[in-house]
């Protein structure tokens, strides 16, 4: 089984998220990353657009075409559709319509269901996958990152994805301590969301949230120069366009909710680490990935909360995609931190 693994370079691994989805394959590396975003035409439930091209259609497509995203939280929400998309990115990828069924290594997140696990298998089975394995993202995001996972030295990483964040502290090849829970960057959009409804009666989409989140969101004060930005959206008291300037501080506040509850995981994975692997931690301190490792400020704001010496990976946007791939590439090394095959 395990020579068999490498046929051909067709095999995979797939970062499933919720906001994101990248594929890596055997041999070539990263070769794609799209939204995880699919338009459907509700009238004849034909596809119109995936990815990148169904992303620009949120909020702003004709009553018969609906953009959706199938996964919630880092777990399928619609399980047909995550199907069609998975099996629309496959076939992007192996251009030709008769391609060899691939391997498939899919990233899920730690704290999911039996359930949930096994609609990610089928889902790949269905996309036209030969074996479809499973790996825990944090276990994924620290090879990807460069973390010793193999070492007997504990090393902890925190993992801020689109709809869940992944804290673990991992020795020797397994998880000993973590937590999983379901904020992550989408949270943090529908906070800024809320306060521009309740502060200035201001409705605005997802997407302009999260342009705001990127251009002036922080975590932690950033000093005496804070910028402003513009925000468009409908008043809800009017019903017309509207513009307000919105500050740093002021999205701060937005979203400090959300960032408290990233910010407890994080302790309450230290609380649960080993006395030596906490000493371990200490010294080697803590690795930051996913998109919202990306929040201005959130570095300093988890070592202020922790003591923890605290970095973010240089990689940090496609650091779970590339650990998936390692364990493509390297797989009679890696087969130890793919969670066991079940039957089917």
Known sequence: MVKNLAVLGRDMAVDLGTANTL?????????????????????????????????????????????????????????????????????????????????????????????????????????????????????AAAIGAGLPVYDPTGNMVVDVGGGTTEVAVISMGGIVAS????????ELDQAIIAYAKKQYSLMIGERTAEELKVAIGSAYPLGSEEPHAEVRGRDLISGLPKTVVVSTAEVRQAIEEPVNSIIDAVRASLDKCPPELSGDVMDRGVAVTGGGALLNGLEERLRHETGMPIHVADNALDSVAIGSGTCVENYERLNQVLVPEQRR
């Open 23 to 139: 594929v890596y394959v055997r041999g070539r590396g990263i070769v794609l990353n799209e939204p995880s975003v699919v338009a459907l035409n509700t009238s004849t439930a034909k596809i119109v657009a995936v990815g990148a091209e169904a992303k620009q259609m949120i909020g702003r497509t004709p009553n018969n075409i609906t953009a959706v995203r199938p996964l919630k939280d880092g777990v399928i929400a619609d399980f047909d559709i995550t199907e069609r998309m998975l099996r629309y990115f496959i076939r992007k990828i192996h251009r030709r319509r008769h391609f060899a069924k691939p391997r498939v290594i899919v990233a899920v997140p730690s704290g999911i269901t039996s359930v949930e696990h096994r609609a990610v298998k089928e889902s790949g089975y269905q996309a036209g996958a030969r074996r479809v394995y499973i790996v825990e993202e944090p276990m």
């Open 179 to 186: 937590e999983s829970i379901r904020v992550g960057g989408d």
